[in-house]
């Protein structure tokens, strides 16, 4: 246990541990659901709704920040083009790659963001990796590889944008990294409202009319997620990352369940087998990573 977190009051630690759980809860919720939907609806659809309810949900929010906050944030160019249009694109794809892949295959490529995330931070952030982290990065490229599992025809569309949408991931960890001090709100709307520009551009070429209960199910799927968002960010603020950080990949055991559940999408042996790898290469980093800096916010499709 690092000195932080042996610092920390226990009943914040639990509290950290309680919200970063309902947190990734939530979040492999807003995933099952967006496999449900996007079996009827465009992603673009699914991304307005859920994007337009999303900023309903933060205008109180945005209001109590103060534009202030909107105005000055670093390096503009960073803040509202190139981070909200990657992050855009890892969500789209997320919902793409769920058409035809079950919850377990997909989320097993985006638990690999951080171990993308370290690969690239030499070039991208000037970071040195030393060679532990070189032997973790390669052998969460072995677990991709496992989980792929070319053998069995698995490099379809649905794995390639499923990795695409993965390395954009990563790529937003990273942009995240380089305007820090930008507070939570500001990250959670720029990211929203990027969103919704796609999906009213998007929508109208494949628009569905919707019910009632398909409306209100889309918009429920934006509420969903950004009342995760608010839980992690509040578990990173209440407890250390050092320790509540690591809960994030019990993503894998509900993308399992609720996949078997809802779907009868029963996990395969490479599958399991490559998201043990990736996990256990990705909390090693992390821990790792605790020597020397703050972690990132952890964001979820």
Known sequence: MTSQAAAAPRS???SGIGLMLTGIFFFSLNDAMGKFLIATFSVGQILLIR??????????????EGWHSFRNAPRPFLQWIVRPALATFEVAAFYWALFSMSL?????????GPIYVTAMS??????????????????????????????????????????AGSLSFSTVMISTRLVKGTP???????????????????????WVTMSWRDTALLVLLGVIATFAHFCINRALKVAPA???VPYQYTTIVWAITL??????????????????????????IFLHEQKRTVPAIVEGP
């Open 12 to 14: 914040a630690i639990l």
């Open 51 to 64: 994007s337009a309810a999303g900023l309903v949900m933060l205008s109180l929010f945005i209001r109590r």
């Open 104 to 112: 377990a295959d997909v989320m097993t490529f985006y638990l690999a």
């Open 122 to 163: 030499p070039f991208l952030l000037g970071e040195t990796v030393g060679w532990r982290r070189w032997v973790a990065v390669f052998a969460g490229f072995v677990g991709v590889m496992v989980a792929l599992n070319p053998t069995a025809g698995s490099f379809a569309p649905g794995a390639l944008i499923a990795i």
């Open 184 to 206: 939570d709100i500001v990250l959670i709307t720029s990211q929203t409202a990027a969103a919704l520009l796609f999906g009213l551009i998007a929508a109208p070429f494949a």
């Open 242 to 244: 050092s320790v509540v």
């Open 259 to 284: 996949g078997y559940i809802f779907f009868a999408d029963a996990p395969s042996w490479p599958m399991l087998i490559g998201a043990t790898t990736i996990i256990a290469a990705g909390i090693y």
